[in-house]
C-alpha cells in the first residue's frame, strides 16, 4: 500500500426530513447566501423546507446555476456575497451547484487578481475560504463530501477542475426521498458518474490494498443491482438511500487511500462536455470502455479481478474475460440510459483533432496512473469510441 493522508472533515445528516437539521448545522447569527440552480428545488419542496428549517436568519439568495457551472455566473454570486457581507454559503442542489458554492466560497476571499486564478492553478493557491454547507439533491458527483470543485469558464471553452482542504463542506444534508423528483437522464448520469469515480480510483495496477479493493467493489456491486432499480421504482426509499451513499462513498477519499489514482477518462471527457456541452456522465461512458480497451495491458491484473470479483467472469482465457468485463459495464451504462459511443451524440472522427488540441492546451498530456496517457493515447482512445 502506498502512503497517504486522510482528511475528511464533512458532517453527513442523512435520511428522510433531515433538511430540519440545518436548523442547528447553521450558525444562528450567520448572514447566509443560498446558492441554487435552475429551479427544481421549487418543484420538490426542498426550498420551502430549507427556508423554514433557516427560520429567521437573514438569509439572501442566488439562482441561476446551471450544470457544468460557470465562472461568469459565479461570479456574480461573488459579487452578491461581497455587497450583502455574506458569512455562511448554503448549497442546495446537484453537484454543479455544491461545485460552484465552493468556487464562490474560495474566490470570495480570494487574494489575487482574479478567481480564475483558482483553476489554473488547480487550487494550490487556495488560502481560505467562506464556510459552506450543503442539502444534496442528486447523487452523483461526491461533491457533498469531498473538497473538488469543476468549473467552465464558457468564454474559452475551459473545464478546469480544482480543489483545496479549504473546500470541504462543513456539512451535508442527504435526504433521499428528495431525489424522487430527478429526471431519468439524472438518474442513470448519477450512477454512470459514481461508477467511474470508482473505476477511477481502483482499476489501475495492484499494490495490496484489499481494504480499498473490497470496498470499492462493493461499491460497485451496489450500484449495478440498485441502479436499476432507481429507474424502475423511483419512489422506492430502499433504493434511493442505498444509491445516495454509494455515490457518496464513491468519491470522499475513503477507497483512493494509498492507492494510485487514474482519472485520465475524467480529464478526456471535461474536454468533451466544454467543446461539445455533453453532460458529465455521458463523456464518461463514451471514454471509459475504449479507454480500457487501449490500456488493457498496463491494467491487466486489476481489470482481471474486475471481471472474476464484479461480474462473475472466472471462465475462458484472459483476453475474453478481460474483453467480456468491458463488455458488461459498457452494457450496463446502457441500461441506464446512457449511451456509450460518440456517434450516439452526434460526434465523430471529425472532431477529434479539436479535443486533442484542447487536451493539449489545459497540459493533459501525460495523463493516468502512470502518467503515461499522451495525447496520442487519449487519441487513440477518442478513435475507438466513435
Ligand atoms: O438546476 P436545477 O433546476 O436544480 O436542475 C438540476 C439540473 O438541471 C437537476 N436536478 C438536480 N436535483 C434534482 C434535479 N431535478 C429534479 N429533482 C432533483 N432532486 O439535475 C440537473 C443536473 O444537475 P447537476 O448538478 O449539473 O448534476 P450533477 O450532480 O451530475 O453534477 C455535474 C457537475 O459536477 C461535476 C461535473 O463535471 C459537472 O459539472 N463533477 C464534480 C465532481 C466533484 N466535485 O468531485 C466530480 C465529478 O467527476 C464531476 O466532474
Ligand atoms: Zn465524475
Known sequence: MLNFDFYNPTHIAFGEGKIADLNTL???????????????????????????????????????????????????????????????????????????????????????????????????????????????????????????????????????????????PQFSVLDPVKTYTLPVRQVGNGVVDAFVHVMEQYLTYPVNAPVQDRFAEGILLTLIEEGPKALETPENYEVRANLMWAATMALNGVISTGVPQDWATHMIGHELTALHGLDHAQTLAIILPAMLRVRKEAKREKLLQFADRVWGLRDGDEASRIESAISRMQAFFETMGVKTRLQDYGLGAEHIPALIASLEAHRMTKLGERRDVTPDISRQVLELAI
Open 26 to 168: 447553521v450558525p444562528h447569527n450567520a448572514r447566509v447566501l443560498m446558492l441554487y440552480g435552475g429551479g427544481s428545488i421549487h418543484k420538490n419542496g426542498v426550498y420551502d423546507e430549507v427556508k423554514l428549517a433557516l427560520g429567521s436568519r437573514l438569509v439572501a439568495e442566488f439562482s441561476g446555476i446551471e450544470p457544468n457551472p460557470t465562472y461568469e455566473t459565479l461570479m456574480k454570486a461573488v459579487a452578491e456575497v461581497k455587497a450583502h457581507q455574506i458569512d455562511f454559503l448554503l448549497a442546495v442542489g446537484g453537484g454543479s451547484v455544491i461545485d460552484g458554492t465552493k468556487f464562490v466560497a474560495a474566490a470570495a476571499v480570494f487574494e489575487g487578481d482574479d478567481p480564475w486564478e483558482i483553476l489554473e492553478k488547480r487550487g494550490n493557491n487556495v488560502n481560505s475560504a467562506l464556510p459552506f454547507g450543503s442539502v444534496l439533491t442528486l447523487p452523483a458527483t461526491g461533491s457533498e463530501m469531498n473538497s473538488g470543485a469543476v468549473i467552465t469558464r464558457t468564454s474559452i471553452h475551459a473545464k478546469l477542475a480544482f480543489g483545496s482542504r479549504h473546500c470541504f
